[in-house]
Nanobody
Framework: QVQLVESGGGLVQAGGSLRLSCAAS????????MGWFRQAPGKEREFVAA???????TYADSVKGRFSITRDNAKNTAYLQMNSLKPEDTAIYYC?????????????WGQGTQVTVSS
């Protein structure tokens, strides 16, 4: 069993930056794909970014060039650096882990952290 806990959310003005963290316990994450998703009010949850154990990454078009996913296997933690934030980035952000190490379904989810971007 893997427990994921997100932190780092908050209120920021448009154009600002935030870094989200996802700390894992229970299992080492080094062989898992780590991902970030978000859900805005009244909308479906959507994919944001993912990083495979190999380092291969993929991003949603809406965040390419602005967000960066990284991981520190020694700390069992994944990060999402968010720059040039826009009001439309406002959402609850969730981290997730895929035990297969691929870009398929995610098996474990955190509780989420709120990100609010003011205009």
């Amino acid at each position: 069993q893997v427990q994921l806990v997100e932190s780092g959310g908050g209120l920021v003005q448009a154009g600002g930056s935030l870094r989200l963290s996802c700390a894992a316990s229970g299992r080492t994450l080094s062989s898992y794909t780590m991902g970030w998703f978000r859900q805005a009010p009244g909308k479906e949850r959507e994919f944001v970014a993912a990083k495979r154990p190999s380092g291969l990454t993929t991003y949603a078009d809406s965040v390419k060039g602005r967000f960066s996913i990284t991981r520190d296997n020694a700390k069992n933690t994944a990060y999402l650096q968010m720059n040039s934030l826009k009001p439309e980035d406002t959402a609850i952000y969730y981290c997730a882990a895929n035990i297969g190490g691929n870009f398929g379904e995610f098996d474990y989810w955190g509780q989420g952290t709120q990100v609010t971007v003011s205009s």
